[in-house]
């Protein structure tokens, strides 16, 4: 008797497709070009001469002197630099200490910013807080002939911004969840529930501290003073300015 031929069987798929391997790398594309902006800046200013590097801090530097009314602010250029120097101060660093802690610190808390925001909102958001920051400055230090240079309001403005998601319940330093993106879409905290959570305090006494030390210290570290005003002014702009621009909140209104 003919045996039936065995019937070939399809090959064994496994239980689970594999995982990708994750990258070690992982940074929203807009924190990644807003560094590169930042560091070809200071590199392109490595290569020019002092005397074009002096113009450029005139032209694009913080300077409140430039808004008082004393015959040495004619001194400075006006006209746009009026305007524009608001924000483009955020885009010049005294040294490379100076940036490289800056974008260590938009990496931190800006990039959760961006897994929430879209790249347009993220940019008007970091554009608000480094005003917001200069606006501070200059209403303590009005007429100060010393110009100001740096990201540090914006991304304090980031870190404030961060801060109202990142230790809410399911949100990515609250549970691990780092990784995840669904993290970073939770709800926002209130004020009061940012003032009351234990998490947001510690790092708010942190982060003084920081700018306590630098402020004090900022000359031996950094080879000029830090402007810690500015700091302040960012991060509470970032606080009132998150609010208003959160897309997750617009969307559940």
Do not use: K
Request: proline fraction near 8%; glycine fraction near 10%.
């Amino acid at each position: 008797m003919t045996e039936p031929l065995p019937q070939s069987q399809p090959p064994q798929q496994p239980p689970f497709p594999p995982r990708p391997a994750a990258p070690m790398f992982n940074l929203p594309s807009v924190i990644v070009t807003l560094s590169a902006i930042l560091i070809g800046i200071h590199v392109l200013r490595q290569f020019i001469s002092r005397d074009a590097d002096f113009e450029l801090i005139l032209q694009f530097a913080f300077w409140p002197l430039r808004y008082a009314d004393v015959p040495l602010a004619a001194e400075l250029p006006h006209g746009g630099a009026d305007v524009w120097s608001f924000v483009t101060y955020a885009f010049l660093h005294g040294g490379w200490e100076h940036l490289i802690f800056n974008l260590a610190w938009m990496v931190a808390f800006g990039s959760a910013i961006a897994q929430r925001f879209d790249s347009f909102s993220f940019v008007v958001f970091f554009v608000a807080c480094a005003v917001g920051g200069a606006l501070l400055h200059l209403a303590l230090h009005p007429g100060q002939d010393i110009p100001v240079i740096g990201a540090s309001a914006a991304v304090s403005g980031l870190t404030a911004g961060a801060l109202m998601f990142v230790f809410q319940r399911g949100g990515p330093l609250a549970g691990g969840r780092r990784t995840d993106p669904a993290a970073y879409l939770v709800r926002a905290m209130s004020v009061r529930e940012l003032l009351s959570n234990a998490q947001v305090r510690l790092f708010f006494l942190l982060w003084m501290g920081i700018n306590l030390v630098f402020g004090l210290w900022s000359g031996p570290i950094f080879g000029s003073s830090i402007a810690w005003e500015a700091h302040v002014g960012g991060f509470v702009t970032g606080l009132i300015a998150f609010p208003l621009m959160d897309p997750v909140r617009r969307r559940r209104a």
